[in-house]
Each structure stands twice: as structure tokens, then as C-alpha cells.
């Protein structure tokens, strides 16, 4: 975390002005390719260096794979093991849950390694802070649990989902708008919106935390310096804060995804 304040804080500004975080740090210029349809930009940057490192983890952790694990297959298999059976089989079952299994171990620890980004050294900052990825994602999870839901029951899927049993017919005139929105509309734009405005405030927080840092002991100085501790001190405990928010965007997007599955294959729903 030291390494991460100094980072922010030589970053933040290189003058004795107060500069705070602003929304343009989420589009910043192109550093690959400027000017064509590739142009690739710092936080695209960062986005394929947490898909390496994610595909390279896996790789090595799973290629010799021993009865008795050392401790990095142990690792890895702990983090297989949690999306497994605490988020596939528990919400799914064993057949369902290991149907999708796959997908919802891509879409955890692909959340979670891109949200780790914001508060590693040098990077600062989540590659799932833009909408192209949590939007990605979101469609990923509403084609999915489409699917599981006319695999299931092709020919009353939709019909199931817009109009639910029990309900007196007039009724469906208001309902059935409802449940689209509700069922088809909502989903991934919640999806989206939840992830991208987590990683976004977290990052302009940690931004604010450091930059004020840096005005209050290079700016001012003096009797100042002990506001730039105070400041300093709530961007360690709001950067550990960012960890634990990695962890819980990754878990809830991925479990979302798995009760909409579970609802799309339920026999009534």
C-alpha cells in the first residue's frame, strides 16, 4: 500500500495546485495505434495485462496438477472450488451447476482480476472502470440465462417468464410489460451500471485521497501537513476498503448471473 500511495501521490500532480479527480481519467489518449479504429489506450492496456496474467495463472496452476497440491495448485484450486460449489451447485445443483460452470468461472475471476487492477502500483486504476466491459459481461449473462431458459422449455420459455401462473387474466395487461422490463431490460442494465459505478467511485476516491495528500504536505506544507496525514491514512483504509469491493463485485455479478439462470430453468418461474 505504501508503493501505491507513493505512486498516486507523484502522480497526482507535479505543481503546488490542487488537482482533483476527474471523469476524463476514464477516457484517456490512445498510446497504441492513435488516430485508427485499433487505437488502444492505457486502461486497454491494463485489460489485456489482467487477461494474461489471469490465462497464465490458470495455466500453470492447473497443467501438472498432483494428487497432493502444492501450494499454488492449492490456490488455484480453492478459487475453483468457491465459484464450484458456493455459487454453482449451491444456487444450481450439481447438473445444472456444472453446466454452467465454465461461464460463471470465466465471468468471476475475469471481474476480479480487472477490478484488482485499481488499486495495484503503477496501473491505478480497475479495467472494468469503462462501459465496454461490464457491458460485455452483462450480455454475456442475458444471452446465457436466455438460453438455459429456452433449452430448457423452448416453446413456453417466454411465456413463462412475461406471464406468470396464478394471476387473473386482466391482470396481464399490466403484468406482462412488467416482467419485460423487469426480466429483460433491467437485468443487464443493473449488471452493467452496479460494476462500472463501483469501479469508477473507487477509483476517484482513491484519486481524491492521494492528490489531497499530496497538496496538503508539497502544496501548503506546514500546518497543513497534518490534514495530508489524515488524507494519507484514509487511502489506506479506503484502498483495503477497494479490495474487499474487488472481491464482492466479482461474487455478486457472478451469483446474479447464476439466480437467473436457476430461474430460467426452474419449472415455473
Known sequence: MFTQAATLIATASTDDEFHPPSIFEFFPDAVLFEGTLFAITRINLIQILAT???VLLFL????RMKVVPGRFQSVVEMGLDFVRVNIAHDLLGRKDGDRFLPILTTLF?????MNLTGIIPFL???????????????IVSYVTFIYAGIKKD????FKNSLMPSGVPWPLYIIIIPLEFLSTFIIRPVTLTLRLLMNMMVGHLMLVLFFAATQFFFFGLGGWWAPLGVGT????????????LVAFLQAYVFTILTAVYIQLAVAEEH
Open 52 to 54: 494474461v496474467v489471469l
Open 60 to 63: 500453470l496452476g492447473t497443467r
Open 109 to 113: 475471476f475475469m471481474i476480479l482480476f
Open 124 to 138: 491505478n486504476i480497475a479495467g472494468t472502470s469503462v462501459i465496454a466491459v461490464p457491458l460485455l459481461l452483462a
Open 154 to 157: 423452448p416453446g413456453n420459455f
Open 232 to 243: 494519507l491514512a484514509f487511502g489506506f483504509v479506503f484502498t483495503l476498503f477497494e479490495l
